[in-house]
């Protein structure tokens, strides 16, 4: 039978014993399911756990859950720590590579500001409203695609913030440009050089105005490889899909 499943944030559960449904996802198990007391269903947390629970009670915008036991999640994480960083995009388009790069299982989902990025933020309230439909977006996927974890999709940084963030030292950094870059097979001979498989990749992908020269310099100045998928001009939309695929293929569980 397939799994009735939703989400509930690590602080949603006490002592793994019982958790509570709120807002979207109470109304969902009340008035779409039309789920009663007794009903069994799983709830995973978003951080990589699932758990068998039982309804207790059904209120009005809030649904108690009783926890029979951990479970393993629907469908398994990859081992690839994957940090996907993608130049903004106009409205759909980048809620499209939301959606479908958490399907394909990046742990990370970073909105950058590059110059020749298609959209300008107008203030912070606007930046705030994005993150949180994008959010929303990426735990749709999620739910839908099996997995027990939602990316976090980050508020957008600068270009060189993200060149420069210390919290990915160690990890394999990539940059997609359409130009100026190395063959995957380079860049795959270059990462295996200490006979290991990296476990975490960040993977930048620029916008449909592609990356300026000094992006490209300041790139590889940072420590980024630089890599071009082919001789075809891909949408920005699209590299992002096809970077992920391509990662997972090469590093991760599609195999």
Not at 66 to 87: D, F, G, I, Q, W
Not at 153 to 162: D, I, K, Q, R
Request: with cysteine; proline share 4%; charged share 25%.
């Amino acid at each position: 039978m397939t799994r009735r499943r939703f989400f509930a944030p690590p602080s949603a559960f006490k002592s793994d014993e019982s958790v509570t449904l709120t807002s979207d996802e109470a109304r969902h198990l009340r008035d779409v399911l039309r789920l009663k007391p007794g009903a069994e269903v799983h709830v995973f947390n978003g951080a990589g756990r699932e758990f068998c629970c039982v309804v207790s009670r059904i209120a009005r915008d809030v649904t108690a859950l009783e926890v029979l036991n951990e479970v393993e999640p629907a469908r398994p994480e990859s081992p690839l720590s994957l940090k996907l960083a993608v130049a903004l995009l106009k409205g759909e388009k980048f809620e499209f590579v939301v959606q479908k790069a958490t399907e394909l299982g990046a742990t990370a989902i970073v909105p950058v500001i590059t110059r020749f990025a298609d959209i300008r933020l107008r203030d912070q309230s606007d930046a705030y409203k994005r993150v949180g439909r994008w959010q929303r977006i990426a735990l749709e996927a999620a739910k839908q695609s099996g997995r027990a974890v939602v990316p976090g999709v980050s508020n957008p940084v600068a270009f060189s913030t993200l060149l420069n963030d210390t919290a990915s030292v160690g990890s394999l950094r990539l940059m997609f440009s359409e130009r100026g870059g190395g063959s995957l097979s380079d860049m795959q001979a270059k990462a295996g050089q200490d006979g290991r498989e990296p476990a975490m990749i960040e993977a930048l992908v620029g916008s449909e105005g592609g990356w300026a020269d000094e992006e490209i310099q300041e790139a590889r100045a940072a420590g980024w490889q630089i890599v071009t998928l082919g001789g075809r001009t891909l949408r920005a939309e699209t590299a992002a899909i096809s970077v992920a695929a391509i990662l997972q293929h090469i590093y991760g569980d599609f195999k």
